[in-house]
């Protein structure tokens, strides 16, 4: 074959190739205006019905040097792409990932501003047992020259259903008067839809706890109420399922959603989640609502809370939950992983926390 030949033949392919992928990116757009139409109907993109009828069709008119096969291969890989670019569109179109979602002055819980800026403490202990326990951490606590919240469990979601359940209605008005005899703002968690009222009844922000992150039912309930979220990370969700969790929150009403790393599980023992640090810059790298690091839970030991307390300011943390009890060793739940209050004084102050002390390592990361 000439050089002549072969250049028109190459330039006929060039040409073809071209041609190809105008038409490819026609039908693009056209997979695309299909997706609004069908997602305004409230019906899924993807349909393996008529991805079947399109086959049948082109199979039927196969004629040429490509076998059924091969021309199925390629028209497969077509619709693979196409609910690709489907998912990519959906997915730009997420609510929780829009930069305009929080206020400059950050999430507002009572007087406290969760992601404007300056790291806040999340503490309290595990669970609400007694007025005195109640009372001798909301006084230590609001002692403390930072913004702070009071978190205590009311609703206990145990593992064993022996365990100590919390003591409910009245676990939330300990925490309540508490909170109120010392001017601080409260977190707890709310376990399901028929005791959302009531715990959203005497708490400024309801916490979604890492069991419960996968209900969708308690996510769009909680997001009608209007208060501020804590929203906890699964044990078992990737990233993408907490922002997902947090959509459907930020659907149903509320823009005010705090997320939560708590630990993951992992093969690792020697802690009673792994910590995840990389969530931290990966979430805030996503979206713009403010995260948190609950040390206690990813860490269930209180020997490493201060070195990981540092790890996570530095990957830019906008805040800590900590556990914290008056006698850990006394506590109903989670004892092991409480800090007693002194060394809660010496940890909040080797943060940078303390009166008069620099908050260099707690700005380190964030500029
Ligand atoms: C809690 O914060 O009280 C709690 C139970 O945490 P988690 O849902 O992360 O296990
Ligand atoms: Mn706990």
Redesign the pocket.
Known sequence: MSDSRLSVLRDEIDSLNQDLLVLLQRRAELVLEIAKIKRAQGLDGYDPEREFEMLQGLMAAVTGAFEQAQVKEIFRSIFRASVDIQDRERRRSLRVLRRDLVPEGGIRVGDVAIGAGRPVLIAGP??VETPEQMEEIASALARLPVAKVLRA?AFKPRTSPHAFQGLREEGLKLLREAADRHGLVTVTEVLDTSTLDVVAAHTDMLQIGARNMYNTELLKAVGRVGKPVLLKRGFMATIEELLLSAEYILCSGSDAVVLCERGIRTFEPATRNTLDIAAVPLLKGETSLPVIVDL??ALGRRDIVLPCARAALAAGADGLMI?VHPRPDEAL??GF?QLDLASFAVLVEALGFGVGKPRAEVEIGRE
């Open positions: 595990c669970a469990g206690s839970h556990e739940s989670d992983q």
